[in-house]
Nanobody
Framework: QLVESGGGLVQAGGSLRLSCAAS????????IGWFRQAPGKEREGVSC????????YYADSVKARFTISSDNPKNMVYLQMNSLKPEDTAVYYC??????????WGQGTQVTVSS
């Protein structure tokens, strides 16, 4: 189970931190991170971190603004979002992808950035 929190309404230039609590998983090798989906657009990958070596990935649109981190003992993953833009407005989903490619999803949390 993946449970997101931390979404909300913020003005452009502001910051939010999303949290994802993972429970019930027993995988040794996986990637966990965030996707987002804006109205009328496809879901896109934002950022993820590998469980095996902590390698991170960021979409070009969020590089230098967003930072992903994990707290493995607590089974938590975070997304610190700074310098938010109106185009960051979307539902953000926590995702866990197993080594075999199976996806688990959270229920999503709304992020709205006003101009």
């Amino acid at each position: 189970q993946l449970v997101e929190s931390g979404g909300g309404l913020v003005q452009a230039g502001g910051s939010l931190r999303l949290s994802c609590a993972a429970s019930g998983f027993r995988f040794d090798d996986y990637a966990i991170g965030w996707f987002r989906q804006a109205p009328g657009k496809e879901r896109e990958g934002v950022s993820c971190i590998s469980s095996s070596d902590d390698l991170t990935y960021y979409a070009d649109s969020v590089k230098a603004r967003f930072t992903i981190s994990s707290d493995n003992p607590k089974n938590m993953v975070y997304l610190q979002m700074n310098s938010l833009k109106p185009e960051d407005t979307a539902v953000y989903y926590c995702n866990l992808r197993t080594y075999s490619g199976f996806d688990y999803w959270g229920q999503g949390t709304q992020v709205t950035v006003s101009s």
